[in-house]
């Protein structure tokens, strides 16, 4: 069973960066898998935020995301970043991993998300 464990939320202020690490797990590999960010905040719908598959190739992201936020794994390990700068208020949410195989329509497995709040 796949599960994954995020973290590296916290509270910052508006300008500032952070770093969120999805730690993956249940398999020996994820090469046949998509990752993903999304997030979630108060009183919105869940929202993609970026992604791609394990084994490279094209990194999507939500145009209001773009050019500040980007998506990346460590080679050798099982664990992905979602690198966040230039952080706005409007960035406050919970944020989630997802991941799905290769393919499929619906992210099928969930992190249980970490909170990020940006103060102005």
């Known amino acids: 069973q796949v599960q994954l464990v995020e973290s590296g939320g916290g509270l910052v202020q508006a300008g500032d960066s952070l770093r969120l690490s999805c730690a993956a797990s249940?398999?020996?590999?994820?090469?046949?898998?998509?990752m993903a960010w999304f997030r979630q905040a108060v009183g919105k719908e869940r929202e993609f935020v970026a992604s791609?598959?394990?084994?490279?190739?094209?990194?999507y992201y939500a145009d209001s995301v773009k050019g500040r936020f980007t998506f990346s794994r460590e080679f050798g390990t099982t664990t992905v970043y979602l690198q966040m700068n230039s952080l706005m208020p409007e960035d406050t949410a919970v944020y989630y991993c997802?991941?799905?195989?290769?393919?499929?329509?619906?992210?099928?497995?969930w992190g249980q998300g970490t909170q990020v709040t940006v103060s102005s």
């Open positions: 997802a991941a799905r195989p290769n393919g499929g329509s619906d992210w099928a497995y």
């Open positions: 249940g398999r020996s590999t994820f090469s046949s898998y998509a």
């Open positions: 791609r598959r394990w084994s490279g190739g094209t990194t």
